[in-house]
């Protein structure tokens, strides 16, 4: 009970985790502008994410425009990109793969060969969560490098935008998702005690037992 209940604890945490993860991909929120020193008021917010950058206008209309060009991207974004669909993509494999090993399904029969399925979900969704901290703490950290830069102009500082932080929570779950389904253990075949039945003796042909039987 106490191996299922971790399974059950471990692939909740890493299916929400895979969604956030998704999330935080669709999201433009990844760099925010940044209201400093001649940006301290001003009409519009720029949003720069994976896919596109967004200008929000304070009267809260917001355009869109789609990335013309990947080769065009910087490399932190070009491996964001990348990473992050190669997690979510391993998401929904993890999901399938413990839930074939799982202890309430009946696709596999054997307890030991189920075990060792779900713990190469956990690290399926282990895996996972690397992928997505990479470009996460990558991008964190060219954000605040150029922020401290006095190189820099004040209008192209960025600060951190909130789907770096849906990454980052997204990046516990599978941690700790994972974590949890490489716990599972194999259940027990037997209940701790072995029923031993004797045979069914048996009579000759005059009615009386065979004496073998009480050998």
Not at 60 to 77: N, P, R, W
Not at 120 to 134: E, P, R, T, W
Not at 163 to 175: E, K, M, R, S
Request: proline share 3%.
């Amino acid at each position: 009970m106490v191996s299922a209940g971790l399974e059950i604890l471990g692939l909740a945490l890493c299916v929400v985790g895979s969604l956030l993860v998704m999330v935080a991909c669709g999201l433009p929120m990844w760099k925010v502008t940044a209201f400093i020193e001649a940006n301290i008021v001003v009409a519009q917010t720029i949003w720069d994410g994976l896919w596109m950058s967004c200008v929000v206008q304070s009267t809260g209309q917001m355009q869109c425009k789609v990335h013309d060009s990947i080769l065009a991207l910087s490399h932190d974004l070009q491996a964001a990109r990348a990473l992050t669909i190669i997690s979510s993509v391993m998401g929904v494999l993890g999901l399938m793969v413990v839930i074939a090993g799982a202890q309430c399904t009946n696709c596999i029969r054997t307890e030991y060969v189920k075990a060792r399925v779900v713990n190469a979900g956990g690290v399926i969704y282990i895996i996972s969560g690397l992928s997505v901290l990479v470009p996460l703490c990558w991008m964190a950290n060219n954000i605040i490098s150029d922020f401290y830069n006095p190189q820099v102009p004040a209008s192209k500082k960025r600060e951190i935008g909130a789907a770096l932080y849906i990454g980052w929570a997204a990046t516990a779950l599978l941690l700790i998702g994972g974590a949890l389904l490489c716990c599972s253990c194999p259940s027990g075949g037997n209940s701790g005690y072995s029923a031993k039945y004797a045979p069914t003796k048996r009579t000759t042909q005059n009615g009386e037992y065979d004496k073998r039987n009480y050998v």
